[in-house]
């Protein structure tokens, strides 16, 4: 009798201890659930309230690129600021003259400026590109002196560069072209990007940089800078103060001359020129978005190192300024003796073969007196674009980034193509 009490007690402890285990048991399972869910909740926000912003600046994209204009639009000088110790780089900031909004850009784009410049017969043309983010009301851009070829130190100086330094002050109005361009950061991805500038190509990507802390987030930056040493060395202050206040940016200055007074780690990071050496030491995968501008040699470098390294070509994006000396080098001879097909400038009412000595129609047309306009003769800025009346062109390894239409070519980055009928 006494062992079949003892055994119900010791039955009834364990059936109390299994539902007490079963409730402590369900009542965990329960707060798991609710914290996962809270946390899917959470992720769902998040996920939610990044898909709104991207809309919305899609949206405000929209509007502000409706505001765009065609043709040249007048603005005022309101501000001038030297960007470096030997003072070579100088920005302007641009108000538009009407007050009235203007577009925004996508980072990474320029401007085309139609100046009167004092002694040029004829207006002149050149792209710089926007040095900030966009701004309501505000475009910059940030030019550099350009002294005459080194080894052509008798030629003139640059005509715009040194225009703009010497006489463009506060209150100059200026002729402006909308901002363009492909050579751009898509600002819609999370993308990890390395920003490359050499020398004053360090523009474009600036602009980028700005953006990128101007969005917020934690979007992964590295960027690295070239430039010869703390003289030329350019925004310097805005550059060390986005360094400290960004951890998600990684600024790195290489000097590729430094002076005997420069200090590693102080006024630079790298003794040396920008590398795919130094992104192999200083990056942990190749898996960036790689966009550069800089000076020709360090970009044809930089890009077959790339490649080289397995970087996709569709990973490099690469702006040009185009050829920086050898504008204006005289003029090429006629060969009349040439045999190509024959090209037919409508308004000139000329007809003359085509030498294949020329590089491109537009130097072809100006060596026979039917002058295209230019400006980057790189097929960023659709200045010499013509209209082809008959005929086929062909590009070659020149394809330029600008779009042209149906019916118009690039002057300056193609041949012809069999005979061709122009609107020149
Ligand atoms: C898309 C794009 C964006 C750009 N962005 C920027 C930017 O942000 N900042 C910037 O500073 N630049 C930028 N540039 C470059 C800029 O457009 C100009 O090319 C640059 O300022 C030089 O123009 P310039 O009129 O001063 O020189 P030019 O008058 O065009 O002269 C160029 C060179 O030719 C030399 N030269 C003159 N006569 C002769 C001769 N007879 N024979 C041989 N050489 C001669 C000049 O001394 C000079 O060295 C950009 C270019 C492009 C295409
Ligand atoms: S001159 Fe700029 S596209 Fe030809």
Redesign the pocket.
């Known amino acids: 009798m006494a062992f079949l009490a003892q055994s119900s007690w010791i039955l009834g402890v364990f059936v109390m201890l299994g539902l007490m285990t079963s409730t402590l048991l369900f009542v965990i399972d329960s707060f798991r659930r609710s914290r996962n869910e809270r946390e899917i909740h959470e992720l769902e926000t998040q996920r939610m309230r990044i898909a709104v912003q991207k809309a919305r600046e899609k949206h405000e994209q929209s509007i502000s690129k409706s505001l765009s204009w065609s043709g040249n639009r007048k603005f005022e000088v309101v501000r001038r600021e030297i960007e470096s110790p030997d003072e070579q780089?100088c920005s302007f900031y641009l108000e538009a003259h009407d007050h009235r909004p203007i577009p925004g850009f996508e980072p990474g784009q320029?401007l085309t400026f139609e100046l009167k410049v004092p002694g040029e017969t004829s207006t002149?043309t050149?792209?710089?590109?926007l040095?900030d983010a966009s701004d309501e009301k505000l475009y910059r851009?940030?030019?550099?002196?350009?002294?005459?070829?080194r080894d052509?130190p008798e030629?003139?100086?640059?005509?715009?560069?040194?225009?703009f330094h010497d006489n463009v002050d506060v209150g100059h109005i200026l002729d402006v072209r909308a901002p363009s361009?492909k050579?751009f950061l898509d600002t819609t991805s999370d993308r990890p990007i390395v920003l490359i500038g050499g020398g004053?190509g360090i523009?474009?990507v600036l602009s980028m940089l700005n953006t990128v802390t101007a969005m917020g987030g934690n979007r992964e930056v590295w960027f690295f800078y070239g430039t010869i040493d703390s003289n030329s060395h350019a925004m310097r202050e805005h550059l060390e103060t986005v360094k400290a206040s960004h951890s998600n940016v990684k600024v790195v200055v290489c000097y590729s001359r430094p002076l005997e007074t420069d200090q590693e780690g102080v006024d630079y990071d790298v003794n040396g020129r920008v590398s795919v050496e130094l992104f192999k030491q200083m990056l942990p995968s190749n898996n960036y978005q790689f966009l550069m501008c800089g000076p020709p040699p360090m970009m044809e470098t930089v890009i077959e190192d790339l490649e080289n390294w397995g970087v996709p070509d569709a990973d490099i994006l690469r702006?040009?300024?185009?050829p920086?000396?050898?504008?204006?080098?005289?003029v090429m001879q006629v060969n009349e003796n040439a045999e190509g097909p024959e090209i037919t400038f409508k308004r000139a009412g000329k007809t003359v073969n085509w030498d294949p000595a020329f590089e491109s129609i537009v130097k072809f047309a100006e060596a026979n007196g039917c002058d295209i306009p230019y400006?980057?003769l790189?097929g960023?800025?659709g200045t010499c674009l013509t209209t082809l009346i008959d005929g086929k062109v062909s590009y070659g390894d020149n394809q330029p980034d600008y779009d042209a239409e149906e019916g118009t070519f690039l002057a300056c980055s193609c041949v012809p193509d069999g005979a061709i009928y122009i609107d020149v």
């Open positions: 780089i320029f002149v050149r792209c710089y590109s040095s851009v940030s030019i550099k002196r350009v002294p005459a070829p052509f030629a003139a100086p640059g005509v715009s560069s040194n225009f361009g050579f004053v523009t474009p702006e040009s300024f185009g920086a000396s050898g504008r204006k080098a005289p400006a980057c790189a960023n800025c």
